[in-house]
């Protein structure tokens, strides 16, 4: 059976052993998809031959659980001897996925600082992002680190960009943590 995002079809549910309405969110790889299960709302990573073709008239049938969306909102402010610094932290729980994210701003005397931190968590993955924005008089830095966690390896990449009055120098480092090897590469370049 050939699978594709968005197709409704059975799926033998891991706890139970038996066939459940679900509808492919992901394509994960050659093996996995990730599928939500219409009816109960959980989600879940399974491989491709634990899914079925159901017969047309069980597809169109509405789905029992509707989308499943929560917001929460936490505001700090302090001030510090030397700098003041605001926080927000958002959670979001979505029906495929769970998010929480917090932007911190500081201010300090001779910078401000800008901070977000987003860290999703999905069935098969975490991913986690930091973008962080430093304005000095003389130059702005944003780097940007993502990290992807999997069952069988783990995927990170770090950009750093320096803007000067003259010139401009990007950094990237990626680095893939395999079972069975290391992948380091490492490029930086000025403008």
Known sequence: MCAAAGMICAV???????????EILNIVDANFIEVLYVDYGNVEAVSIHRIRK????????????????VQCTI?????????????ILTAQVHSSY???????????????????LTVQVHSSYVQCTI???????????????????????VHCTILTAQVHSIYVQCT????QVHSSYVHLSHRTGTL
């Open 12 to 22: 033998l549910f891991s706890a139970d052993q038996l066939y459940y309405r679900a």
């Open 75 to 87: 505001l700090t402010a302090q001030v510090h001897c030397s700098y003041v610094q605001c926080t």
């Open 131 to 153: 973008l962080t924005v430093q304005v000095h008089s003389s130059y702005v830095q944003c780097t940007i680190l993502t990290a992807q966690v999997h069952s069988s390896y």
């Open 98 to 116: 769970v998010q929480c994210t917090i932007l911190t701003v500081q201010v300090h005397s001779s910078y401000v600082q800008c901070t977000i």
């Open 172 to 175: 990237i480092l990626t680095v």
């Open 54 to 69: 159901l017969l047309d008239i069980y597809t169109v049938l509405t789905a029992q659980v509707h989308c499943i969306y």
